[in-house]
């Protein structure tokens, strides 16, 4: 949270902002042994979503905007 502040200070766009958040919480994933699927299985650490930022759907991209809006207060 500490950084993703930060960033804002700095006049980051959220949009790059929430890509940043999307590839830590790939990483945090990958370090966890989940591994991409097309679909999400839980019990197998399978995640549709370990994918480039980019290749999201809008959809999902603005989750990640609204995740970064919600930590921030903005």
Sequence with gaps: MYMIERLFKQ???????A???HIRWCRYHYINN???????N????????????????EEEKQKDVEAVKSKTGK
């Excluded at 839980?42 to 759907?57: C, K, M, Q, T, V």
């Design 11 to 17: 006049n980051v766009s959220i949009d790059t902002i």
């Design 19 to 21: 890509e940043l958040e």
């Design 34 to 40: 989940w591994k991409y699927g097309s679909v999400r």
């Design 42 to 57: 839980d019990s197998e650490r399978i995640h549709n979503s370990l994918i480039p930022f980019a290749e999201l759907s």
